[in-house]
């Protein structure tokens, strides 16, 4: 018994040791975030003890036609409609329990608040209008109004009336909203900037009457409705103006001082605010203000019935008014808002009040100028609770990279031996020791603290060997996910995620779960730049990764500032703290990275604010020391997307001067740039060539300065030709004239092939082409490969397939070493990622396959790019408006990680060509486990046997 007692601890380091060793597969990152974009209008519902689901929805409506609603408990969408792509707004009007939707398009739709299903969907316009607009009359009708024509919608019955208010071919109508009244609908329309009334008695539908008011000639944007009250700017915006149901009367406002005007209330009172003030009118009682504020930050409740107003005050002091008692406020109390790295400022404030025996609760939902939703509430005397937070600029991604997290300890300790290379013999021999006695010591600490979570999980007592067994593997998640330090893992699956949004803010985000690590906002000044194809970018750099411990890793982002100015920020990648910030005060043209590191290991950025050495700085600055490191020449193309003149120049970094090497001047006529791409900056190659029969090697002309162009006609909107140019040389290394490839243009640039997808107007299906070049025109079979020997590629590959979905991304994976197959990710309208590997789209393939080619691998061409189920990344998962999918390589050469951005977030990481450096899933490490206990066991009976029988034969 004591003996076995003697051999348990090392039996279980064993067991232990045999778990940690478990493959990661079961442990594998798929996490998705879903995001409704920058709110224009939050709707609260207002209080129904009847209805607990609809008081915890709040209704939102995006920048980016979006219909969504938010629970107010955790924050989380409950349901959301993506509407078609249009610069057009979505406007709504919402009842009790439906919300009804309107667009130009002349389609209204009605949906259920509390599943989001559509109950009702009418074609009522049959051409597209300007000016268009949606009203709730009463419970059971709804003005739908196309310009000058209204439709009465009755919800119930689902049919409608019509009505027009006559106009001038060249004038303008557009609607306003509805007064209130007992006996008619009453609804505003301004007409050649003078406001007119349609009239429809509420008992006789069939009849209708306009009522011009001729006094008030107004600036239609400005005007607010509450009740029986219509209040507006006059046209001149002098003066403001009213209309009381009987006669037009004029305020005693400066009406250039006015920047807004809403209704409190629905029975006549308005708040009207501007530069450095609030007013609050009662026109019910006078046209005297009955309160005012130094403050312009005053808002009206957003719910329907309205009722309560908040007035937002110095140090984020939350003032809240009842509309009846204007003069004595309900409470203030502070809002805290973590200023922490920038924060953007507010741009909005909704808020509702809920009574309930008397006591009173406030929700308020604050949004940034960065579209970050923080959610508060308060109940009594309680002070503001921070209760959850959105972070809806996630949804306007701009740029993303992975970085690996800091070394370890140990990692940290074994760079830490080789860091004296000037050092005496002595003074390394004892750096050396010292450093492996630190990391035997680090070593021993880590798996006796593993052992000692381990054994602290399982109780001895209670738990059966079946169950020890079968909980072995749950154990070793719990194990791995506690109390873990900041530093890389061994394969490098750990990373964050930066992304910078194009609303001015950077995140890291943690990729095994999608949390957001830390924030940094730029502030309300931010500008994004724009690239060669006028897309807004905002460029993200990384100048010193987290592969050293000698030297502070850093990003950096550029940036446009209002007034024409640059702004520089740079960060810590790991941390968020802001390292520095400046402002230049000249407007940047172009930014770009030298691609090799200083003697303090970081990539400086070149920033061009014009192509004279003086208009050109380093950052950081350069050393002249630094200088002499950047002996070989660094080219840059300059495009003209207009001229399409097309430049390569070298750069002397001494001088900072641009030397034009060649200039490309074509007749661009009708044509601009549809799309550019060029190969990925130390892009790692998979192999030099194809080994085909009789062990010939088919050479890849390998140019790692190809970039591709495709030129497109601006009145038919069709790709007409693609280029594939040297940039150092300037030589057209292919080209090719296109038929019906219409524009959007995908491509992707990669070792010696290019993939292009487009929808092909002549055969009506979506299309994928791929051209593959190669180094020699017949097959060679040499000791010495000298990719440099031609200038122009000696032979294509050229062939097209039909692809059986629409495309909105279209990238490559990346890995390690690029040994493994690449494929191309493909990302599609219905919200799916698929994996095409490039084996299927080869330029290569042919109906007849002979049998050196069957031998070879090669695929036997057929028109249709067939993948099966297994080949969609993102499984059940939906990502909706994917811009674009991101890659980058881990530890094992068989994983790529892939982060796909649009509307949603989706982040993983795939196996391009299997799992061939890991072991498979339904690998048996119980059975591995057993026997290594059973050997042990083995090994101390034989022992002890061995023993008995010595000690017996030296008796006889």
Sequence with gaps: MNSSNKYLPFILLITFISISSASDAALKTEWTQKYIGCPNGMLFENFNRKNENLNDLILVTSDNNTLSTLSMNYGTINWRHLFEDSSNELRIASTNKAVFTIFPDGIVRGFKKLTGEMFYEELLASNTVENYNIFIVDNYNVAAIFD?????????????????????????????????????????????????????????????????LDKMVVNHRTCAVSGKYLLCQTKDNTQLVYYDGKDVKTLGVDGKLVNKISGVTNNGIFLISGEGFSKIYDLNINDSPVIEKSSPNCYVMSTTDKGYLACLEENNKFVLYNANKLTKPVFSKTLEVDMKNNYSGIKDIFFTVREIDGDISVFVAMVANDCQIDFYETAGEESFTHEWTRYEDLSYISQSDFIDLP?????????????????????????????????????????????????????????????????????KQELFDDDQPLERDYFK????????????????????????????????????????????????FIQRTTDSSMFRNQGVVTYGVIGGKTGILAFNMITGEILEQKIISKKLIRVEQIPKQNSERMKNLILFFGEQPNDIEYYPPLKESDIPL?????????????????????????????????????????????NIVGKQVNEKTQSLGYVIGHNNVLYKYLNPHMIAIAFASKKTQHVTEVIILDTITGKTLYSSKLKGAQMPFKMVLCDN??????????????????????????????????????????????????????????????????????SLLVGMPFGSIAQISKRQLDGRRVFDVTQEQREEGLVQ???????????????????????????????????SHIFAFGKDLYCTYIYPSGKFDMLHDDFNYHLIIAILVSLVLGSILTRYKANYHSLKQSWM
């Design 148 to 212: 000058n024509i209204v439709y009465l919608i009755n919800t119930k019955e689902k049919s409608h009336n019509k009505y027009n208010i006559p106009k001038d071919v060249k004038t303008s109508v557009v609607s306003i909203g509805v007064l209130d009244s007992e006996s008619s609908y009453h609804i505003v329309f301004s007409s050649a900037d003078t406001i007119s009334l349609i009239n429809i008695k509420k008992d006789d539908l069939e009849t209708q009457t306009i009522t011009k």
């Design 407 to 475: 070394l370890s300890e140990m990692d940290m300790l074994f760079e830490k031996e080789f860091s004296n290379p000037d050092g005496s013999i002595i003074s390394n021999f004892t750096l050396r020791i010292t450093s492996q006695i630190e990391q035997s010591q680090t070593l021993v600490r880590k798996y006796l603290r593993y052992v000692s979570k381990f054994l602290g999980k399982i109780n001895f007592k209670t738990l059966s060997t079946a169950g020890f067994m079968s909980g072995l593997k749950n154990k």
């Design 493 to 540: 699956f750990k990373k964050y995620i930066i992304a910078t949004t194009l609303k001015g803010s950077i995140y890291a985000i943690n990729n095994e779960n999608g949390n957001v690590v830390w924030k940094i906002s730029i502030g309300s000044n931010f500008v994004p730049l724009t690239d060669i194809l006028n897309n807004l970018i905002f460029p993200f």
């Design 630 to 674: 950047y002996d070989k020449p660094f080219y840059l193309l300059w495009i003209s997307r207009e001229t399409g003149q097309l430049r390569g120049t070298r750069f002397d970094f001494k001088k900072k001067y641009l030397q034009t090497v060649w200039v490309f001047n074509r007749n661009m006529g009708d044509e601009y740039i549809g």
């Design 753 to 822: 092939w290019l993939a292009m997808s487009f929808y092909n107007s002549k055969t009506r299906r979506q299309q994928m082409s791929v051209v593959e070049l190669f180094d020699g025109h017949e097959f060679k079979d040499v000791s010495s490969i000298n990719l440099w020997s031609k200038s122009y590629p000696s032979n294509f590959s050229v062939q097209s397939y039909l692809f059986p979905q629409g495309v909105t991304a279209f990238s490559v994976t990346k890995t390690d070493i690029g040994l493994t197959t690449r």
């Design 861 to 895: 061409y057929i028109p249709e790019l067939i993948f099966t189920p297994d080949q969609y990344v993102t499984g059940n998962n939906t990502v909706l408006q994917i811009r674009q999918i991101s890659s980058h390589s881990a530890g094992l050469e068989s994983v």
